[in-house]
C-alpha cells in the first residue's frame, strides 16, 4: 500500500508513458466479432456498426488517455518537488535544531556568567559601603585631632607667651635686683 503520497510500483509500471487503448474493459462495445455467430440474417451489417461505433469510441477516449497521461505526468513531477521542499525543509530544521542546541548552551554559559557577575558586583557593593563607613568615621577621628591639635597649639602658645611672660619679669625681676643690689 502507497503511503504518504507515494505512487506504488504498480501504478508506476502500468502508467509508464503509452497507454494501451486496447487494455480497457469495454462491457458495452461489440466490436473485433470474437465468437459472434453472423449465420443470423441481418447480424453481419450490426457487427460492422458494432465496429465501427468502437473505432468512433476509442478515437473518442483516445483525448482523455492523453490528458490522463499528462494529469499523471503532472502528478509524479508535484509530487517530486513536494518531496524536494520536505527534504529541504527537514534540513533546514535540522539545521535550526542545531542552532537551538548551540545556542542553548551559550545562553546557558552565559547565565552562568552573569550570576558570577552580579555576586561580585553585589560584593563590591557591601565592600563600598563597608569602606565608606570606615571613610566616613575616619574623617569624624580626622577632624577630632585636627581640633584636638588646634587646642593644643593655642595651649602651648599660651603656655609659651606664659613662660616668656615669666621669663621676662624674672629677668626684671633680676635686674632689678641687681641693680637694687648695685645701688
Same mark, same amino acid.
Not at 21 to 36: D, F, H, P, T, W
Not at 96 to 119: D, F, N, P, Q
Given at each position: 500500500?502507497?503511503?504518504?503520497g507515494?505512487?506504488?510500483?504498480?501504478?508506476n509500471?502500468?502508467?509508464?508513458g503509452t497507454f494501451d487503448?486496447?487494455?480497457?474493459?469495454?462491457?458495452n462495445?461489440?466490436?473485433?466479432?470474437?465468437?459472434?455467430?453472423?449465420?443470423?440474417k441481418?447480424?453481419e451489417s450490426?457487427?460492422?456498426?458494432? &465496429? =465501427?461505433?468502437? !473505432?468512433? %469510441?476509442? $478515437?473518442?477516449?483516445m483525448?482523455?488517455m492523453?490528458? *490522463? /497521461?499528462?494529469?499523471?505526468k503532472?502528478?509524479?513531477?508535484?509530487?517530486q518537488?513536494s518531496?524536494?521542499r520536505?527534504n529541504?525543509l527537514?534540513d533546514q530544521?535540522v539545521?535550526?535544531m542545531s542552532?537551538?542546541?548551540?545556542l542553548?548552551?551559550?545562553?546557558?554559559?552565559?547565565l552562568?556568567?552573569k550570576s558570577?557577575?552580579?555576586?561580585?558586583?553585589?560584593n563590591?557593593?557591601?565592600?563600598?559601603?563597608?569602606?565608606?563607613q570606615t571613610?566616613?568615621s575616619? &574623617? =569624624?577621628?580626622? !577632624?577630632? %585631632?585636627? $581640633?584636638q591639635r588646634?587646642d593644643f597649639?593655642l595651649k *602651648? /602658645?599660651?603656655?609659651?607667651?606664659?613662660k616668656?611672660?615669666?621669663?621676662?619679669?624674672?629677668?626684671?625681676?633680676q635686674a632689678?635686683?641687681?641693680?637694687?643690689?648695685?645701688?
Amino acid at each position: 500500500a502507497a503511503t504518504n503520497g507515494e505512487a506504488s510500483d504498480e501504478f508506476n509500471e502500468s502508467s509508464s508513458g503509452t497507454f494501451d487503448a486496447k487494455s480497457l474493459n469495454r462491457s458495452n462495445s461489440k466490436s473485433l466479432g470474437s465468437g459472434r455467430d453472423t449465420s443470423r440474417k441481418g447480424r453481419e451489417s450490426s457487427d460492422k456498426k458494432s &465496429e =465501427k461505433e468502437a !473505432a468512433k %469510441e476509442e $478515437k473518442g477516449h483516445m483525448p482523455l488517455m492523453i490528458k *490522463l /497521461e499528462s494529469d499523471v505526468k503532472r502528478l509524479k513531477c508535484d509530487l517530486q518537488l513536494s518531496r524536494n521542499r520536505e527534504n529541504e525543509l527537514r534540513d533546514q530544521i535540522v539545521c535550526y535544531m542545531s542552532s537551538e542546541r548551540s545556542l542553548k548552551s551559550e545562553i546557558s554559559s552565559l547565565l552562568v556568567e552573569k550570576s558570577g557577575l552580579e555576586a561580585r558586583i553585589n560584593n563590591l557593593i557591601s565592600t563600598k559601603a563597608v569602606e565608606k563607613q570606615t571613610l566616613t568615621s575616619l &574623617e =569624624k577621628k580626622l !577632624a577630632e %585631632e585636627k $581640633k584636638q591639635r588646634s587646642d593644643f597649639q593655642l595651649k *602651648l /602658645e599660651t603656655e609659651r607667651k606664659s613662660k616668656k611672660e615669666a621669663n621676662a619679669e624674672r629677668n626684671l625681676a633680676q635686674a632689678q635686683q641687681s641693680a637694687n643690689c648695685a645701688t
